[in-house]
């Protein structure tokens, strides 16, 4: 039974920052996309970044430069350090693996709340 388990959420002032993480267990035979979402109240759910299996990463618009997305393949985990918070960073954030043990399959953290206010 694979489990994806997020951690470092919390509340912070605009301008500070704060570090996500999100480790994967289970018997896991190689992990190829590692991404974090988030959803705002009231809005769909949107990809913020994302990183394969050789380290290409992809960001959304609002958060490049501010959020850098890494993972540690030894530990199945990932990270996203988010600088400069927002405000409109608020949301539920969520990590997103696609990963093979019988067969290939996506999987979903709980999710982890962020809270950007002064």
């Known amino acids: 039974q694979v489990q994806l388990v997020e951690s470092g959420g919390g509340l912070v002032q605009p301008g500070e920052s704060l570090r996500l993480s999100c480790a994967a267990s289970g018997s896991i035979f190689n992990i190829y996309v590692m991404a974090w979402y988030r959803q705002a109240p009231g809005k769909q759910r949107e990809l913020v970044a994302s990183?394969?299996?050789?380290?290409?990463?992809n960001y959304v618009d609002s958060v490049k430069g501010r959020f850098t997305i890494s993972r540690d393949n030894a530990k199945n985990t990932m990270y996203l350090e988010m600088n400069s918070l927002q405000p409109e960073d608020t949301a539920v954030y969520y990590c997103?693996?696609?990963?093979?043990?019988?067969?290939?399959?996506?999987?979903w953290g709980q999710g982890t709340q962020v809270t950007v206010s002064s």
């Open positions: 997103n693996m696609r990963l093979f043990t019988v067969n290939w399959t996506t999987y």
């Open positions: 990183i394969t299996n050789i380290g290409t990463t």
